[in-house]
Nanobody, 122 residues
Framework: QVQLVESGGGLVQAGDSLRLSCAAS????????MGWFRQAPGKERDLVAA???????NYADSMKGRFTISRDNAKNTVYLQMNSLKPDDTAVYYC????????????????WGQGTQVTVST
């Protein structure tokens, strides 16, 4: 069983940047795909970005060019760099661990962190 702990959320202004971190433990981190999801109030939880074991990435269309997912296998950590933040990016952001080494779809993810709040003001 993998444990995931997110950090780095907060209150920022539109146009600012944030970097979220997710520290993983309890399983061989480097062998699995990882992802970031977000859930805004009253909405479903949606995929933001995913990164496979080999470092290949996938992004939701609305995040392409603004968000970057990366991983540091030596630190058992996955990151989400968020630039040019908008009020619509306000949500709880969740780190997730896949059951597979490559990314196939949102249903891959079986383990979740507790979430970190990101609030973007105008």
């Amino acid at each position: 069983q993998v444990q995931l702990v997110e950090s780095g959320g907060g209150l920022v202004q539109a146009g600012d940047s944030l970097r979220l971190s997710c520290a993983a433990s309890g399983r061989t981190f480097s062998g699995y795909a990882m992802g970031w999801f977000r859930q805004a109030p009253g909405k479903e939880r949606d995929l933001v970005a995913a990164i496979s074991r080999d470092g290949s990435t996938n992004y939701a269309d609305s995040m392409k060019g603004r968000f970057t997912i990366s991983r540091d296998n030596a630190k058992n950590t996955v990151y989400l760099q968020m630039n040019s933040l908008k009020p619509d990016d306000t949500a709880v952001y969740y780190c997730a661990a896949s059951a597979y080494s490559d990314y196939y779809g949102p249903a891959d993810f079986r383990s979740w962190g507790q979430g970190t709040q990101v609030t973007v003001s105008t």
